[in-house]
C-alpha cells in the first residue's frame, strides 16, 4: 500500500520532469524549423504523457481487429466486416453512458465499461487496405500508443507490407508488441504449428528477439463468451491473451511503459533533427573551407601576376637600355670635330638624334604598355571568370547533393542558395559588362599619364621621344657653349673627349632616372588595377563568408542544446527502466 504511494509521488515528479523536457525538446525543434509533421508527434507526446494508457490494435484490414475488441469487450461494440470499412481512428474511453462523436480523423466512443477504466482500446483502420490513406492515418497513430496488438490472420501471415509496418513500430517507435494469430478455426492444428514456428523465425528476424505470439480464434470466444459455452472459450484461446494482458499490463508496467514511450517517441525525431543540424554543419564547413580555397587562390594568383608583370617593366628597360646604348655610339660617332657645324645646329643635331638614337623606341615602348595592358585585363576577366566557374561548380554539386542526401534543410538550403545565385549573379553581370577594349585603353592611358607626368617634369613635351631628345639637348647645349667660346683646335683635343664621356654619363643618368621612375609607375598602376579587380571579387563574395559564420553560430547552438536535451532525456529514460524494471521491488 506505502509503495503505491511512493510509486505515484515519483510518477508524479517524472511526469514533470519529463513534460519540461519535452517541452523544451519541442520548443527547440520548432525553432530549428523542423518539419511540422515530425513536431507533431513531440506535440502529441507531451499531450499523451498524462492521458490514460493507449492499447493499440493494428494489422491488416480483415484480420480480426475490431473483431477482438469486440470480444475483449464483449459486445459488438465496432463495426465488423470482410470490407476495410473502418476509415477512422476508433479511441475507446470509459464514460458512464455511450456516446460517440468524430472529430477528423477520429472518432471517439465512450463506454460504461470496467476494463476501460485503466486501458483506453484503439481500433485502426489497419494497414495494406485498398485505401492508402487508411495505412498512413494507421502509422501515423502508432508513437501515441503505449502496446501494440499486432493481429495476423492464419490465411496470409507476414506480408510484405505487415513486415515493413513491424519494423516502424519496433525500431523506430520501440513499442511493445503482441502478436495475435488469428482465426485458428479455419486451419488443421497442425498447420497452425506451422504458421506458429515460421512468425516465431520471422518475427526474431525483424524484431531482433523472439516475439509473443498467441494463436487464437476471436470468432469462437466471441460466441463462446455469448453463450458461456467454456469448452468453446478452451478452444479458441482467447483466455491465453486475456491472462498474458492482465499480467503483462499491469499498473506498474502501465506507469513504465506510459513515461518511457514518449520518450521513445521523441529520440527518434531528435535524433533527425541532430543529424539534420550535423548535415548542414558540414555543408557549412565545406562552404567555408572552399571560401578560403578561393581566397587563397585569389591572394596567389595577385602574387604571382605581379611577379609576371616584372616581365613587361623589364622589357620598356632593355628598350631604354638598348636606347641608351645607340647614344653612346652615337655620341661617339657626333662629338667629333669635324662636325663642328652640325653640332651648333641645333636642330641639325636633334634631327641626327632622332633619327640614329631615339628611333622607333617611343612606339616600342607603347607596344609593350599596351600589351601589359591586355594582359591585366585578360588576367582581371580570368579572376572573375574562375570566381563565377567556382561558384556555378558548386551549385550544381549540391543539386546532386540534395538528390542523394535528401532536402539538406529548408530555409537554410533555401538562404543559401540564394546567397551563392547572387554572387554567380554578380559575376556573371560583370562579366557581361565587362568592355575589354575600353578597360584596356584606360590601363594604357593611366600607363601614359605616368609618362607624361615625367616628361612634364622635365620639359612639358608629351612622349618619351620628346623627353630624351630634351635631355641630349641640354647636353648639346652645354657643348656647343664651349665651342663657341672659340679655341677649336684646343677643344677638339682637350675638351671633346672629356666632354663626350660627360655626356655619356649624364645621359645614362638621366635614362636610369626614367627607367626607375616608369618601374615605379607601371608597377603602381598594376598594383591599383588588380588590387581595385580582388576588392570588388572579394566584395561579391563576402555574403557567403556572413552566411556561413552567422549559420554556423545558430546551427552550433542548436546542436549543443539540442545534444543536452537528448541526454537528459536519455538519462531521465535510465532513471525510469532502472527504476521500474520487473526485478526491482523498492517501489
Ligand atoms: N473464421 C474466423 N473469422 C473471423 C475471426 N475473427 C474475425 N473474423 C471475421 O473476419 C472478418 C473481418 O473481421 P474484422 O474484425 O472486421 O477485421 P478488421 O478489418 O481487422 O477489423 C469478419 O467477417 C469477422 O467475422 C476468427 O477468429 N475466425
Ligand atoms: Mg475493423
Redesign the pocket.
Known sequence: MEGKTVLKEQYHAWVQAEKTLLWNIYNRLVKIGVLPEETTHVREAIDRLEDLFLLVVV??????????I?TLLEQKI?????T???DLINILKYGEESRSRVVDNLRLTHFPLELLKNVNIV?TP?TNSIIREHDELTMNFIPQSDFVVF?ISVDRPLTDSEREFLELISHKWKRKILFLL?????KEPEDIDVILTYLHTEGQKILGIDPIVFP?????AFQAKQTKNEDLLQQSRFDEVERYLIQALNEKERIRLKLLNPIYTVQPVCQTAQNSLHEKLTVIAEDMRRLRQVEKQLAYTQEDLKEHSTRFILKVENILLDLRNRAYDFVDDFLQLRNIWDITSKDKAELQFNTLVVKDSSQQIEDVLTEAADWMVKKSMKAWDDTLNYYNQQLNHDLYRDKILGEVGGQFGYDRDKIYKSVIHQARDRIKTFDYQQESRKILKTFQNAMIHFAAAEVGAIGIGAVLVSIFSTLLLDITGVLASGALVTAGFFILPRKRRQAKEAFNTSIQELIADLKQHIAHEFDEYMQATFEQIKETTSPVDRFCRAEHDELNTALTELTTFSQQLATLQREITHALTASNENL
Open positions: 494489422g491488416e484490414f480483415n484480420s480480426g481487429k475490431s473483431a477482438f469486440n465496432l463495426e465488423e466486416g470482410p476495410p470499412t473502418t481500433d489497419g493481429v488469428n482465426k485458428i478455426d479455419t487464437v480464434s476471436v470468432k469462437q
